[in-house]
T-cell receptor, first 112, second 110 residues
């Protein structure tokens, strides 16, 4: 079963607005990662946040992590048409050194 | 350059004809996995491997086999493909900080 569940499943916003996607997970984690997938292509790593971190920034991306609620959010500021893609959260769990489990994804559409 | 190479990119086959999708990584990762992606269902893990000769079922293993004889290779085998295995398949190789994906194999079983 999926470790991570993204919310919403689909999001459509106007170009220039901010997009927020949420992820909830079930077990203790080592870190949480966000990935982007353009249609029909492989996933690409965006950003990682470790379990002892609460917030991280990378360019227009801001990720937060609340381990008490087992949740994370990805904020994309000043969205662009090129941000249209699916976004997945993924968790690296403690019980395995290398296992990464993916959520079901949020489909983001940016309207021009 | 870190790379996961999947082949073929596209494949059309007939029901029951055995096929293998190859996956190779150059990062010396221990953990590799296969996913299928279908519209509205996200990424579903088929099989994963923690190391050479160590494989385990993911969420949707039925109809698939894998092997891990060498660290760099993790082929996906469909012994008797059926139309419900028509999908987009991804191989991934992971450390704890990042997963690297292949370009995908679009499989159609007729």
């Amino acid at each position: 079963s999926q470790q991570g569940e993204e919310d919403p499943q689909a999001l459509s916003i106007q170009e220039g607005e901010n997009a927020t996607m949420n992820c909830s997970y079930k077990t203790s984690i080592n870190n949480l990662q966000w990935y982007r997938q353009n249609s029909g292509r492989g996933l690409v790593h965006l950003i990682l946040i470790r379990s002892n971190e609460r917030e991280k920034h990378s360019g227009r991306l801001r990720v937060t992590l609340d381990t008490s609620k087992k949740s994370s959010s990805l904020l994309i500021t000043a969205s662009r048409a090129a941000d249209t893609a699916s976004y997945f959260c993924a968790t690296a769990i403690y019980s395995s050194a290398s296992k990464i489990i993916f959520g079901s994804g949020t489909r983001l559409s940016i309207r021009p | 350059e870190a790379q996961v190479t999947q082949n073929p990119r596209y494949l059309i086959t007939v029901t029951g004809k055995k096929l293998t999708v190859t996956c190779s990584q150059n990062m010396n990762h221990e953990y590799m996995s296969w996913y299928r992606q279908d519209p509205g269902l996200g990424l579903r893990q088929i099989y994963y491997s923690m190391n050479v000769e160590v494989t385990d079922k993911g969420d949707v293993p039925e109809g698939y086999k894998v092997s891990r004889k060498e660290k760099r290779n993790f082929p996906l085998i469909l012994e008797s493909p059926s139309p419900n295995q028509t999908s987009l398949y991804f191989c991934a190789s992971s450390s704890t900080t990042e997963a690297f994906f292949g370009q995908g194999t679009r499989l159609t079983v007729v």
